[in-house]
């Protein structure tokens, strides 16, 4: 098979990297990849936001499978695109990426088909006073949410009334999340720990597989601002076979049914990011691809076909045989450039690459580029160190990633030193 993989981040290469170990494999392109994928595959300079572009690609180098990473490429209706054109897309068209896309038909959605979720109520912008009203009265900490893209900025924690309105002010006045934040979703604060599944899917079935956690916040202890992700590890003891089988029984199964009864049938991998209540799993959000950096931990643990499993999916005929998860236990820390997720470097030289990877330490590139011959940051997130243990043993496994970074070396690296701690101090 000649497959494309569309996206130049820390997923995209881990993604990049099980493909290439995957039997079944012709010519591998990542469009425009990173310097981590060019020893995967053929990085190929394109604007994925040019659906044409990438259709005239496939055309002239016979692409079976095209594998689509990011999110605002799926909004794009690229996959619609794709498939218009008879080629394989592993990726929900534009009206299944609404349950990304549109906070507010997600909510909607998961309302009217008895999905577990925290409570909420919907505003336009031209309702701004009777949402002003509502949060006069509403029980704190509440959570105000654009409803659309906002690359995980959008997304604001009140402890009470005087910020609340400063979050409806952020969206419907100062317009900080463009027209993302025209529509928002008031939601009732929950508590738990969260967790993230990924369900892959061709539709109809579905696997999910090993439960991760991220960590969001930039310091130790979840303290500081939103980032896109500072660390991640699988599988999380807390999702438990019998949690497990309750987010697919009472969360995946019925979201899958309800987007295809609704004309948006969903093929790809579907994010269901979960909060652990004392009331069972109810969703945070969905996101409609691969969580970054959860594939980082996630992917290396499977073993078997991993090319196979994405394929089936992508041709309605899911194999869900394909990959297996049988032990194991993987840590990825972020490592990023001091100042992130506010103002940082660029451009600093990146040293210990190889002297960091080996046999059960993968190095993912996240947020680079090369420079005369030399690799130099490009991002606030940089890279991704894995750390891969056959054993079910975090302690082994955060002890291995935290050596291996060792061995990297850029002016003001940061990352965080608590990675899997809350999985440890169980
Ligand atoms: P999201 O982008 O929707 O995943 O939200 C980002 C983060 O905000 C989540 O990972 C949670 O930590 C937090 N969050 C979002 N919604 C809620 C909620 N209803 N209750 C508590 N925390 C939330
Ligand atoms: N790790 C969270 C996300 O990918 O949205």
New binding site residues.
Partial sequence: MNVVVIGSGGRENAIAYKIKHSHGLNKLFILPGNPGTENLGINVDIDIMDNQAIVDFCKSNAIDLVVIGPEIPLVNAMADVLRENNINVFGPDKLAAEIEGN?AFAKDLMQKYNIPT?GFKIFEKSCYSQALDYIESAAYPL?I?ASGLAA?K??L?CQNNVEAKEALKDCFEDEAFGLSGSTVVV?????GQ?ASVFAITDGENFISLPAAQDH?RIGNNDQGK?TGGMGAYAPAPIVTPEIQAEIDETITAPVLQALKKEGRTFVGCLYV?L?LTSDGPKV??FNCRFGDPETQAVLPLLDGNFLQLLYSASIGKIDKASVIYSGGAAICIVAASKGYPDKYEKGLEITGLDDASGNDILVFHAGTKKVKGKVVSSGGRVLGVTAVVKENDLALCKAKAYEALKKIHFDNIYYRTDIADKALKK
Wanted: net charge negative; glycine share 16%; hydrophobic share 45%.
């Fill in positions: 906070k925290a959570v949410k995980g959008g997304v924690i939601e009732e604060f929950m508590v969260e969001k939103n990011g909060m945070v959000e």
